[in-house]
């Protein structure tokens, strides 16, 4: 049995510890919303006063924050407090600079780390099966590996200190630019008089096939389960698809990347939640390129 301390028990982190809990770790968590805190005992987490005292008798401490400056203050005020030997986990999805600067914290207190987001959303949070993208060191990794196992799917080392982030922001920038190019393209479809179903049965097997087509299509009717069949409640909020997606424009900026489909998913996402429309899933914005008021 591992001790883990689990920090942020919001929508994803209260699942995610409750898999550990369920895998036999004992877990003592802190979120600074006592709601949430409520939910974690229930879930069989111990619950503590404040970080440092989930933190500090921890072989693990595992992050689920909202951003990169919630990680760097609680690694700031942890890092000098854990056990020798302890390791840190961040499975936030934060700016690959932060990401980095936490690794430094660690490593400048003798721990190891490794910056682990995932991807699967509160779905696979609490079906154990979400998808790991980690980064640090190949002993890092080889000590996160089997404590991040009873929440996983998969789990990929994508390289050093950041690459977890990296590998994070390139995929869900793929996500967003694919997403509103399915959109456009039903919207066109419209347009010309093809059904919904005529264009998802052409290019489900055609050269257009994608992820936001076959299992998340922005129309109700051919993928049953998609969060169009339900109005477009979440599923993967806009809101987080802007973060993501700005999180990737802020790393294009300072490595030198040339992002024109990203800067434009990102202004269209921004324009889809100035709305409004944050709280919607993100496959929403084809109403928006309906010029649908909602
Ligand atoms: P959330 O807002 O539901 O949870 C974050 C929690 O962190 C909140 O409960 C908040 O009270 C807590 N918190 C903030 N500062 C704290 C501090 N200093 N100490 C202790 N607790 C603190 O967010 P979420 O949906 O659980 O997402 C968490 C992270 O996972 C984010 O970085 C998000 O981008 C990422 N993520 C979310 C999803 C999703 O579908 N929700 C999917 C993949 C990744």
Not at 106 to 113: I, K, P, Q
Request: with cysteine; net charge negative; glycine share 12%.
């Amino acid at each position: 049995m591992t001790t883990v301390a689990f920090i942020g028990l919001g929508n994803m982190g209260n699942p995610m510890a409750a898999n550990l809990v369920k895998a036999g770790h004992a877990v003592h968590g802190f979120d600074l919303m006592p709601e949430h805190l409520e939910t974690a005992r229930s879930n069989g987490v111990t619950v503590m006063a404040n970080a440092i005292a989930a933190a500090k008798d921890a072989d693990v401490v595992i992050t689920m924050l909202p951003a990169g400056k919630h990680v760097l203050s609680v690694y700031e005020d942890i890092a000098p407090k854990v056990k020798k030997g302890a390791l840190l986990i961040d499975s936030s999805t934060i700016d690959v600079d932060s990401a980095r600067k936490a690794h430094a914290i660690a490593a400048a207190h003798g721990l190891l780390s490794v910056d682990a987001p995932v991807s699967g959303g509160t779905g696979g949070a609490a079906a154990g099966t979400l998808t790991f993208m980690a980064g640090g060191a190949q002993a890092a990794f080889e000590k996160a590996e089997p404590v991040l196992q009873p929440m996983a799917g998969r789990i990929v080392h994508c390289g050093d200190a950041g690459a977890g982030q990296a590998a994070k922001i390139c995929n869900n920038m793929i996500l967003g630019i694919s997403m509103i190019g399915v959109a456009e393209a039903f919207v066109l479809a419209e347009k010309l008089g093809l059904s919904h179903q005529a264009l998802f049965d052409v290019a489900s097997t055609s050269s257009g096939q994608c992820w936001s087509l076959t299992s998340y299509c922005p129309v109700p009717g051919p993928v049953p389960n998609s969060p169009a069949n339900r109005d477009y409640q979440p599923g993967f909020a806009a809101a987080l698809m802007l973060k993501d997606l700005k999180l990737s424009q802020e790393a294009a900026q300072q490595a030198g990347a040339v992002t024109p489909l990203g800067a434009e998913a990102t202004q269209l996402y921004a324009l889809y939640s100035a709305l409004g429309h944050g709280g919607t899933d993100f496959s929403g914005i084809i109403k928006f390129l309906r010029g649908q008021p909602a």
